[in-house]
């Protein structure tokens, strides 16, 4: 029951950072209609920003956070600029090509700045765990968990009552409407592009220091992402935040009860279930599609 | 003129052997030959059903292990007491288990996700693979893990009269690669033309319009990704037993791309396409090596298959031969998402 409790409890503060992950990827894919190939990428850079910063300059570790979401916004609208505003209105299939295209560059050109070999990060935290009854929990972890739900309440709030928020999900609704109201769609467009990039970097900044930071960490995650969006729905900010944190429980289960070795397998297994019992997704309004 | 030209093709490319002495560009050949086969059979979903697999790898993997442990045997241990043990097989046995090992697989994943398709076949593809490499990592008693599966023997074919041959040397192994290409090109071709070849193009042009004049869509789906995932097999066999090591490096994703970019420089929906893909990005990587390094090279190919959808959407096939006579059927199929 101790190690069950243990489980869990990792589970949650996993899920914290792949909530973000998810939210992010389920956000452009709601508005923008792109399946985003780059999200794992905007990962794994957010997570080499912070080593860049602590590592290679010695400079600040909450700094350094901060800095990985603000370049990862910048370079998530500098992607969608660059490559997806050229192709507004191309079908799913060739924005897709082009970001597959724009992942594999960018999956080398970190290999080529940093090499194949993992790295670690060095954090301010105490090495020693909080041992509350019969669990124990790392106190970067208990920061990661918490970061990352500041960050999810922040986006939550931010869509919910702010004027461009208001923007993004009258987009969502009905691009053309929201056109025809004044609403700019390019800019929304770029903005929840640079606005999901920043939250993969955040997941990235804050489980590098937890992990260990190595170029190809972006594949994984972008899985783990897709398996969250298609638990929740495409496009459903509640459902991939309850989505991140199903999965986040269900991979340390499986790695405690069946094998450490198919704990990535999880977010696989759940997506068959969910496709082949809920299609739309286990939080979901019903969703066109074909 | 024109009904000669693929006779004339075919007689050079068998010719190739007879004054190539370069056991190096052969190599390049037959590696060339596996490619176009696995490229080819993703353009048969990816070029005629509008849907893209990105996990094409797993079957060409599962192809490679089915065929490379029936012909080196193995043995399970199921419970205490009682192992399970797989004598070794002939090659050619093994070859077409591996074919139909992957038509299977094929024929479970478009039943999944034929339910919705779209993006969710993309992603569920690119997971299959993710899971398949794991479980070729981690059950070290059925494919040795990490460690692979070595000395897996070349193919043995006993001709009636000629005794028994077994494909040692480039140059077998090249007519065997080249066989089938040309067979693998032949059934695509046939599925192509036929009534099914007509609904998986009336598919992926509006599928809303095709479904109304009574197409069975999913059946026709699920049709198309077991024979697409049948022939990657077929070329994973190939491989398998060509180079006589897979380990699960075989089901690295960036296989899988260099599929599509074949598929998608070639030009997709077209039957020479990936075939022309295949022999560009076959020898393009052998010309760069000594320039650029691998990391090099894999931005280039990431930022190639960028300029090609921006510049020439259609591929190279559709763009050369469009000059010549006007294309029946437009390569791209971009109706049917926007009837949604």
Not at chain 1, 178 to 184: C, D, E, K, P
Not at chain 2, 293 to 309: D, H, K, N, S, T
């Amino acid at each position: 029951m101790d190690q069950f409790l243990q489980h869990i409890l990792n589970g949650i503060v996993l899920g914290g950072s792949y909530a973000l992950l998810g939210i992010g990827l389920t956000l452009i894919f709601g508005i923008m209609y792109v399946v985003n190939f780059t999200h794992g990428e905007l990962y794994a850079f957010g997570a080499y920003v912070v080593f860049a910063v602590v590592v290679a300059l010695e400079g600040n570790f909450f700094l350094a956070l901060l800095l990985a979401v603000v370049l990862g916004a910048v370079l998530g609208g500098g992607i969608e600029w660059a490559l997806l505003r050229p192709l507004r209105g191309a079908s799913i299939d060739t924005t897709m090509l082009v970001m597959i295209g724009a992942w594999i560059a960018l999956q080398n050109t970190e290999q080529l700045l940093w090499t194949g070999v993992a790295k670690a990060i060095r954090h301010p935290f105490p090495e020693a765990p909080l041992v509350v009854g019969p669990v124990s929990i790392s106190w970067i972890r208990i920061f990661v968990f918490f970061a990352a739900l500041v960050l999810i309440a922040g986006s939550h709030l931010f869509i919910r009552r702010s004027r461009l928020g208001a923007a993004m999900r009258a987009t969502f609704q009905d691009r053309e409407t929201a056109a025809l109201m004044g609403v700019n769609i390019d800019a929304v467009h770029t903005f929840t592009f640079a606005f999901g990039s920043g939250l993969a970097a955040a997941a990235g900044a804050l489980l590098g220091p937890v992990f260990v930071v190595f170029p190809t960490m972006g594949d994984l995650a972008a899985l783990k992402a897709f398996a969250i969006v298609i638990m929740g729905g495409m496009g459903n900010f509640i459902g991939a935040t309850l989505g991140g944190f199903i999965l986040g429980i269900a991979e340390e289960l499986g790695a405690g009860y069946i094998s450490s070795g198919y704990r990535d397998a999880m977010g696989f297994l759940i997506i068959i279930a969910v496709l082949l019992f809920k299609p739309t997704g286990l939080f979901a309004r019903a969703e066109r599609i074909g | 003129m024109r009904r000669w030209l693929p006779c004339i093709w075919v007689a050079f490319l068998v010719s190739v052997p007879l004054w190539m002495r370069n056991q190096y560009y052969l190599h390049i050949l037959i590696s060339t030959g596996i490619f176009a086969v696995a490229a080819m059979s993703l353009n048969l979903l990816l070029g005629y059903t509008g849907q893209l697999s990105l996990g094409h790898v797993a079957f060409f993997g599962i192809g490679a292990y089915t065929s490379a442990l029936v012909s080196l045997g193995f043995d399970l241990q199921l419970s205490e007491g009682y192992t399970f043990v797989f004598e070794p097989r002939p090659v050619w046995l093994g070859f077409l288990c591996g074919v139909a090992a992957a038509g299977f697989f094929g024929w479970i994943i478009g039943r999944l996700s034929f339910r919705v398709r779209g993006a969710y076949f993309v992603i569920v593809t690119v997971s299959f693979a993710e899971v398949v490499k794991l479980v070729a990592l981690n059950w070290v008693d059925l494919t040795e893990g990490p460690m692979a599966l070595n000395n897996i023997p070349p193919v043995t074919l006993s001709f009636p009269g000629l005794g028994e041959l077994t494909f040692w040397k480039k140059e077998p192994n090249y007519y065997l690669v080249l066989a089938v290409c040309l067979l693998s090109y032949l059934v695509i071709r046939r599925l192509v033309f036929s009534r099914a070849g007509r609904a998986f193009i009336a598919l992926r042009e509006n599928e809303a319009l095709a479904e109304s004049v009574g197409v069975d869509v999913t059946r026709f789906l699920v049709l198309a990704a077991v024979v697409s995932a049948a022939i990657a097999g077929a070329a994973g066999g190939l491989y398998a037993h060509y180079i006589k090591i897979v380990d699960p490096d075989i089901f690295l994703f960036i296989y899988t791309v260099t599929m599509v970019i074949m598929v998608v420089a070639g030009g997709k929906g077209t039957l020479l396409g990936p075939v022309v893909g295949a022999v560009i990005f076959g020898i393009l990587p052998e010309a760069l090596r000594e320039a650029a390094r691998p990391e090099v090279q894999w931005i280039i190919y990431g930022l190639f298959m960028i300029l090609i959808v921006f510049f020439l959407p259609d591929g190279i096939v559709p763009a050369v031969s469009g000059r010549l006579r006007p294309r029946l059927s437009p390569a791209r199929g971009d109706t049917a998402e926007e009837a949604a």
